[in-house]
């Protein structure tokens, strides 16, 4: 189970009701992205599927591309990467946060069922993002921008700048294992992202020679 640490506050009523409405328009627009391709679906089919107003869309999601590379956990991983403690290396600062991602509440079946249907949901949209070329290049911005603010909370715990070159090139070994373990669960979604990836950071963690 999470630590206390690097537990996220609860959301109140209407946070939740705002991310059931979101995570039902997603469910049915990659369900209809996924049936009748991409560029064949229209913002209409995805309202009309969700049973919302076209304006209740746009209220969350500026674009139909936006709903395929809106990234739910990204600002989550951030929180949680914030709450380590700076005791705790950058590598295991890191590896811990990932998990609290996925552990927190593990317990609960609904937990269970939110944890296999958010790596479900996870799965189909990035076989899309990989598919689509447009997706593919907006999600290198999204990349750059999330990997941005790890590198500024890393420099930040080891007093360091962020332009240091053991900072940059952790966060490049980072980089380029989410991107492999990414393509590896996308290739073959038997895979558990978060598993992998924890394994592939207890590697790293294992033989590394930063002093962060």
């Keep these: 189970m999470a630590s206390q640490e690097t537990s996220r506050p609860k959301p109140g009523l209407r946070e939740r009701k705002k991310a059931k409405t979101r995570a039902k328009i997603r469910e049915h627009a990659i369900r209809l992205f996924l049936e009748q391709g991409y560029h ?18 746009f209220r969350y999601f500026p674009s139909k591309e936006d709903v395929v590379l809106h990234d739910d956990l990204a600002p989550l991983f951030i929180h949680s990467l914030q709450s380590q403690p700076v005791e705790r290396d950058a590598i295991s600062a890191l590896r811990v946060a990932i998990r609290a991602l996925y552990e927190g509440g ?14 479900t949901l996870e799965r189909e949209r990035h076989a899309l993002i990989l598919s689509v070329p447009e997706l593919r ?8 921008e999330v990997f941005g603010a790890i590198t500024e909370i890393l420099a930040e715990r080891v007093g360091r700048e962020k332009d240091d070159i053991a900072v940059r090139t952790l966060v490049g070994a980072v980089l380029g294992l989410v991107t492999c373990t990414y393509l590896t669960v996308t290739d073959d979604p038997r895979n558990d992202f978060p598993v992998m990836l924890d394994s592939s950071l207890a590697v790293l963690e294992a033989n590394s020679h930063f002093d962060l």
Aim: cysteine-free; glycine content about 2%.
């Design 106 to 119: 593990q317990d609960s079946e609904e937990h269970q069922q939110d944890y296999s249907g958010t790596l």
């Design 137 to 144: 290049a907006r999600t290198l911005d999204d990349f750059a």
């Design 40 to 57: 064949a679906t229209t913002v209409d089919q995805i309202s009309e599927t969700a049973e919302i107003s076209h304006t209740t869309f």
